[in-house]
DNA sequence: GAGTGTACTTCAACCCCGCTGCGGA
DNA sequence: GGTTGAAGTACACTC
């Protein structure tokens, strides 16, 4: 199908043939034939890459443009909220306005009414659908991407709420990758269905076997026995590699034993400019190792790379540079990034319940991943097998169809929170009105019976009432309590809550930080480290030796508690170290962790912080006690110890800075007024660009000369994803 | 014959990912 | 359940 045959607003049309699109791939004209652009739902099941967002981007802004209104687009990860939002922001030369919306920058409300096209995370929609924000009414279509997703074992049942709500509403368009029940999501949704196996660039996928290399058509190919061969052979032909592995180690130890087989392929221009790239790392046990790596052209990939670490090897990825990322799966359902070839190492992973293998699903999405569309005519998707036998894999990964999704709505944790959501905050008012409200849940339609949820239902709301999240009135009627209402919009656990506010007399009695790290720990909201063994003895010793500060008993050896609770000491002491100005370095060398895993664990600390203070505000808090909790948390927000709080709210200072400026004499907010610009440039870590956002921040004029040389103030919109992003 | 280097075998420890709140001059 | 680095072992070689 020609771009000029679409029957939709002339002005979408010229944009997307600017992008130099005439032709719609067959999918995307299947897709938009099915009734979508007249307002039917749709359940689009393609492999990435194929082009949904184009075909979704055609819906959103032909609907906008004809009927106004709001679309929103949700996304599983921060990084494709950002992702998305970028591409989107071209529409905007439509009079159309984008904005994203996460976790990460800005709350609520009110001023997202203003735009036109919004992307959220799922949580964070669900998180403004029970704020009630005002606009929510106005929005026409919603966009669910990955919305196989909805099979997540502990995010799955967020989505299919959102959709529960949103059904009838609004527009429903669902992007999945190919899953073995789409039909079922269909009926559900009441959508028309697209599916297919079409892809731009073509895909081939094989096993490799000591050597030799089966591709799905029976061609055989040989190469030296080691699977290295298959990287430094895609290398060799000017192209790059993907490689899989299943934990973090791996995707190390595999990078440094690559990049010495790379780096011969290099020219001297690159070589450099990976010293360069490397040269912007910052100094921790792992970015050494990322360094050496990175000096061969190879980079490891994983969640404890911090944020611009996995950005910046992202990016080097997609301009040639670096040759070859070893991953983990933080790499499968990320942002895009092609590439020729992909291997994958492992096929088995460990979870709770000991070794199983990987989805059909998910191997499947890393294979996605190869071959570049504009740069490759094929792609090669390769699984190694080392221990398991080469014919099944081929059976159950490449021939193999993949599982079928299955709601997990009765996920006990994920129910908890959501049926509380639908009492506080949705007006769900009698248990009748629940069951009812459940039976247009995929869930039901997919089970038929409803009543083992019933069951669960009950007990949940018995939890609720027992605990004072909610009341029944004379007519058996729910009323929602403040402390549930709160409960919901802070997005956490109802167990989290009710832990706290059995724990607000003890924390009266005695408010002390170590006692309040671990209670914030031993939340099933928290993610906790885990002690390891030969450290068991020390976070032991250390929990008996401030024994009087914990507001928990010590559990027993034997207690099936013991593990979890030495991991929550660890993580309090993390914490501790954190406020106690503690080097962020030696916090990665003292707990072995890295930078993403410190970061996650303070961003969720800060959250949870700020809960347990918004939770003690209802009831009936002692001032000092209140006060005691908000420095604390100012102190966890900024890692610094007590006499820099007045410090570290000054603009660009953080506990580095504030620390430097406090040991060089500058002890206030007032002595920093008056002390000189060159005094200041004196401290270690101050920069003129530093103090002239001080002397704005005062309302203070700059001494001349220095005026001159850096006004700059580039203001931007608060909200908007550019004001996040610089 | 003790010390040192090296190649090899055992052995226990460790094991992916991610979202959510809110408000400040 | 399988990989991995560290500890342990055996053995040859050097001074």
Known sequence: MRVEELPVDERVKKVVLERGIEELYPPQAEALKSGVLKGRNLVLAIPTASGKTLVSEIVMVNKLLREGGKAVYLVPLKA????????????????????????????????????????????????????????IDEVKLVVADEVHLIGSY???????????????????????????????????????????????????????????????????????????????????RGKGALVFVNTRRSAEKEALALSKLVSGYLTKPEKRALERLASELEDNPTSEKLKRALKGGVAFHHAGLSRAERTLIEDAFREGLIKVITATPTLSAGVN????????????????FGWVDIPVLEIQQMMGRAGRPRYDKFGEAIIVARTEEPGKLMERYIRGRPEKLFSMLANEQAFRSQVLALITNFGVSSFRELISFL?????????????????????VVYFLIENEFVDLDLEDNFMPLPFGKRTSQLYIDPLTAKKFRDTFPAIERNPNPFGIFQLIASTPDMATLTARRREMEDYLDLAYELEGELYASIPYYEDSRFQGFLGQVKTAKVLLDWINEVPEARIYETYSIDPGDLYRILELADWLMYSLIELY????????????LRDLHLRLRHGVREELLELVKLPNIGRKRARALYNAGFRSQEDIMRAKVKDLLEVEGIGIKVVEGLFRYFGVEMPGEIKGATKRSGRKKRGTLDAFLK
Not at 619 to 626: G, Q, S, Y
């Open 154 to 236: 502990d995010r799955g049942a967020t989505l299919e709420m959102i959709l529960t709500h949103m059904l009838g509403k609004a527009q429903i368009l669902a992007l999945s990758a190919t899953v073995g029940n789409a039909e079922e999501l269909a009926e559900w949704l009441d959508a028309a269905l697209v599916m297919s196996d079409w892809r731009p660039v073509q895909l081939r996928k094989g096993i490799f076997h000591l050597g030799t290399l089966v591709w799905e058509d029976g061609k055989v190919e040989r190469y030296p026995e080691n699977w290295y061969s298959l990287v430094t052979d895609a290398v060799k």
């Open 439 to 459: 039976e247009r849940t995929f869930y039901a339609h997919q089970r038929k019976d409803l009543s083992s949820l019933e069951y669960k239902a009950k007990e």
């Open 80 to 135: 494709l909220a950002e992702e998305k939002y970028r591409e989107f922001k071209e529409w905007e030369k439509l009079g159309l306005r984008v904005a994203a919306t996460t976790g990460d920058y800005d709350s609520t409300d009110e001023w997202l009414g203003r735009y036109d096209i919004i992307v959220a995370t799922a949580e964070k929609f669900d998180s403004l659908l029970r704020h009630g924000a005002r606009w």
């Open 617 to 628: 505000r209802l009831f009936e808090p002692k001032a000092e006690v209140l006060q005691y």
């Open 337 to 352: 990034l092609p590439s020729f070839r992909v291997i994958i190492r492992d096929t088995k992973r460990y979870s709770n």
